[in-house]
Antibody, heavy 122, light 106 residues
Framework: QVQLQQSGPGLVKPSQTVSLTCGIS??????????WHWIRQSPSRGLEWLGW?????????DFAVSLESRITINADTAKNQFSLQLSSVTPDDTAVYYC????????????WGQGTLVTVSS | DIQMTQSPSTLSASVGDSVTITCRAS??????LAWYQQKPGKAPKILIS???SLESGVPSRFSGSGSGTEFTLTISSLQPDDFATYYC????????FGQGTKVEVK
C-alpha cells in the first residue's frame, strides 16, 4: 500500500514561493511504471491538475499550461520524495494542495497525500 | 482542453435509494474516466477506473458505465457512509475533473 506524506508551510506571503514536499513509502519515486502528480483544490477552481514528473530512463516533467511559467516539480531519489514549487503566488493560489501517484504508467491517479492547505496572505 | 460536466450538482437521497450521477466530456475520451469520492477534509478516493472497473476494496453497490462522452456512476443502495461529494475525471488528455456532485441526506 502506497502512502504519501506531505509537508510544507501553510501560510505564504504574496509574491513568494510555495514549496511542498511529498514523501513516498511503499513505492519508488524512480519507478518506471508510475508517475507523481500535484493537484490543488479550491472553491473557485475545483480540482485542478498542476503537473507531474516521472522516470523512464531519464526524468520527464509536464505542467498545466496556465502555470508553466511559475511551477517546478523535482524528484529526490535519495529521500524517495518529490516536491512542488510555485513562484510569484497571489491570493488566487490559495488552495488545498495534494500530491498523488499515477499508476498504469502514470495516467491513473489512484493514491493521494493528505493535502496541505496553503493560504496566500500578507 | 477537455471539459467535464457533471449533473446534478446536488442530489438529495435517503439510505437505501439508488442514485445516478452523470458526467459528460466535451470530446471523446474513450473509457479513460475515473470516479472519486471525497469526504470533508479528506483527499479524494478512487472508486472506479476505465469507466466501469471497480477498484479494489470498493463495495459492489458502486458501478460505472459509459464510453465516448457520456458516463454514469450509480450507487445501487445508498448507505450512510456514501453521503459525500463525487467527482468524475478524464485521463485521456492530461487530467480534468468535473465540478462535483454532492450527495446529501434528504
Amino acid at each position: 500500500q502506497v502512502q504519501l506524506q506531505q509537508s510544507g508551510p501553510g501560510l505564504v506571503k504574496p509574491s513568494q514561493t510555495v514549496s511542498l514536499t511529498c514523501g513516498i513509502s511503499g513505492d519508488s519515486v524512480s519507478s518506471n511504471t508510475v508517475a507523481w502528480h500535484w493537484i490543488r483544490q479550491s472553491p473557485s477552481r475545483g480540482l485542478e491538475w498542476l503537473g507531474w514528473t516521472y522516470y523512464r530512463s531519464k526524468w520527464f516533467h509536464d505542467f498545466a499550461v496556465s502555470l508553466e511559467s511559475r511551477i517546478t516539480i523535482n524528484a529526490d531519489t535519495a529521500k524517495n520524495q518529490f516536491s512542488l514549487q510555485l513562484s510569484s503566488v497571489t491570493p488566487d493560489d490559495t488552495a488545498v494542495y495534494y500530491c498523488a501517484r499515477g499508476s498504469e504508467f502514470g495516467v491513473l491517479i489512484d493514491d493521494w497525500g493528505q493535502g496541505t492547505l496553503v493560504t496566500v496572505s500578507s | 482542453d477537455i471539459q467535464m460536466t457533471q449533473s446534478p450538482s446536488t442530489l438529495s437521497a435517503s439510505v437505501g435509494d439508488s442514485v445516478t450521477i452523470t458526467c459528460r466530456a466535451s470530446q471523446t475520451i474513450s473509457s479513460r474516466l475515473a470516479w472519486y469520492q471525497q469526504k470533508p477534509g479528506k483527499a479524494p478516493k478512487i472508486l472506479i477506473s476505465k469507466a466501469s472497473s471497480l477498484e479494489s476494496g470498493v463495495p459492489s453497490r458502486f458501478s460505472g458505465s459509459g464510453s465516448g462522452t457520456e458516463f454514469t456512476l450509480t450507487i445501487s443502495s445508498l448507505q450512510p457512509d456514501d453521503f459525500a461529494t463525487y467527482y468524475c475525471q478524464q485521463y485521456k488528455s492530461y487530467w480534468t475533473f468535473g465540478q462535483g456532485t454532492k450527495v446529501e441526506v434528504k
